[in-house]
């Protein structure tokens, strides 16, 4: 029974929103969509995308961003928060790159992990934009309403990700992350849920209506 709950939760999520690929962060290249994920920790992927827009004019290649004094890309960040780790991350994320790995972003997850900055949930964002490796990304959306749909009893990102691989068809994973950031910011939404507007009431034990 809880299978076939899961394949009906798959089946909604596919009815309801696209099936297509989607990245709220804007890149041209998989180097730049690297940094703009590392930024993109504990700060919206809008503020992002602003910061980004004169970012990459700024510092056009890896090299520019691996020669970059720290401070100045500190205050070119700041907005971002936690702007001098994320500066001192990204610097030497862009040395490691260009010295080790000839300046194209790996798509093996340990080496990825292996990048200053760069955790599970940044390596699979990643692999599943850039390469469509099949990965879950754990952001704030997808392990609140894994929590709420019951697919997951966890708190941490990990076993959580480990959960939801566990449990999810592998050729959803990618699309499991798109389609639920779309529903947690439009329709599960953290302080007002809109319960009586989901599809997913049905089939979620968390549905107050």
């Known amino acids: 029974m809880e299978k076939e709950r899961i394949l009906e939760i798959c089946r909604i ?4 929103y696209s099936m297509e690929y989607k990245c709220y962060l804007n890149y041209e290249t998989p180097w730049q969509l690297l940094i703009a994920t590392i930024l993109s920790a504990q700060c919206t992927d809008e503020r992002v995308n602003q910061v980004t827009k004169d970012l990459f004019v700024k510092y056009p290649d890896l090299e520019a961003f691996a020669n970059a004094d720290q401070k100045e890309l500190e205050r070119d960040i700041y907005s971002t928060g936690f702007y001098k780790n994320k500066a001192k991350n990204i610097i030497a994320c862009a040395k490691k790159l260009i010295e080790e790995y000839d300046g194209e972003v790996p798509r093996d997850i340990k080496a990825l992990t292996g990048l200053a900055g760069v955790g ?4 699979n964002v990643i692999r599943g934009n850039i ?5 879950i990304v754990v952001d704030t959306h997808v392990k609140r309403i894994s929590q709420k749909l019951g697919l997951t009893k966890e ?5 959580i990700e480990y959960d939801l691989m566990d449990k999810l068809p592998k050729e ?6 798109i389609q639920i950031i779309t529903h947690g910011r439009n329709v599960c939404i953290a302080r007002r ?3 009586g507007e989901c599809t997913l009431q049905k089939v979620c034990p968390s549905c107050e209506v």
């Open 13 to 16: 999520l596919n009815e309801t």
């Open 120 to 123: 599970r949930k940044t390596a």
């Open 131 to 135: 390469y469509r490796e099949p990965s």
């Open 155 to 159: 708190n941490d990102p990990v076993k």
């Open 172 to 177: 959803q994973w990618i699309l499991y992350n």
């Open 193 to 195: 849920p809109k319960c």
